[in-house]
């Protein structure tokens, strides 16, 4: 039935226009992977653990070196502590719950930089928080100046 009407999300139901509103998006890479390729991957370790937060204005993508973090989760604690969310471990090291209601985690998984093929790889899936939102993560790459200019793999 909405394909028949060609539903458009930005049309209230009386087929006015609603404001369309830009969704921030904000990356906060620990490593500065992104920002150069001079970041040399452990060949034991060889690459960054990501998750993808979302809330009502906003996607924000963590990046994080697994030598300091271990566990996603991990990374969802640092963003919690450095804008004063509240959060509690379910089950300390690897799971971690916010208690902000406006925010959902849309998984995670891993990121490398392969030097040989120039290009950036995300794959994987974090055992907690599930595989990461493909949707979620496209935007990103499409929003971001530094990663939409760059190639990119997304490994299923």
């Known amino acids: 039935m909405e394909e028949e009407?060609?539903?458009?999300?930005?049309?209230?139901?009386?087929?006015?226009?609603?404001?369309?509103?830009?969704m921030k998006v904000s990356i906060f890479d620990?490593?500065?992977?992104?920002?150069?390729?001079?970041?040399?991957?452990?060949p034991i370790k060889p690459a960054n653990k990501?998750?993808?937060?979302k809330n009502s204005d906003e996607i924000i993508l963590i990046t994080g070196n697994i030598d300091k973090f271990a566990y996603h989760a991990q990374l969802i604690e640092w963003y919690c502590e450095k804008n004063n969310l509240a959060y509690s471990w379910s089950?300390?090291?690897?799971?971690?719950?916010m208690f902000e209601n406006k925010y959902s985690i849309k998984g995670g998984g891993y990121v490398k930089?392969?030097?040989?093929?120039?290009?950036?790889?995300?794959?994987?899936?974090?055992?907690?928080?599930?595989?990461?939102?493909?949707k979620s993560l496209n935007f990103i790459i499409k929003q971001s100046p530094t990663l939409n200019l760059t190639k990119i793999s997304v490994v299923i």
């Open 5 to 22: 009407q060609g539903l458009d999300l930005f049309k209230s139901y009386k087929g006015r226009n609603m404001k369309k509103e830009l």
């Open 30 to 42: 620990l490593n500065d992977i992104f920002q150069s390729h001079s970041y040399v991957m452990s």
């Open 50 to 53: 990501f998750v993808i937060l």
């Open 91 to 97: 089950h300390k090291p690897d799971f971690l719950e």
């Open 113 to 134: 930089f392969n030097r040989d093929k120039d290009k950036y790889e995300f794959f994987g899936f974090s055992t907690a928080y599930g595989r990461f939102d493909d």
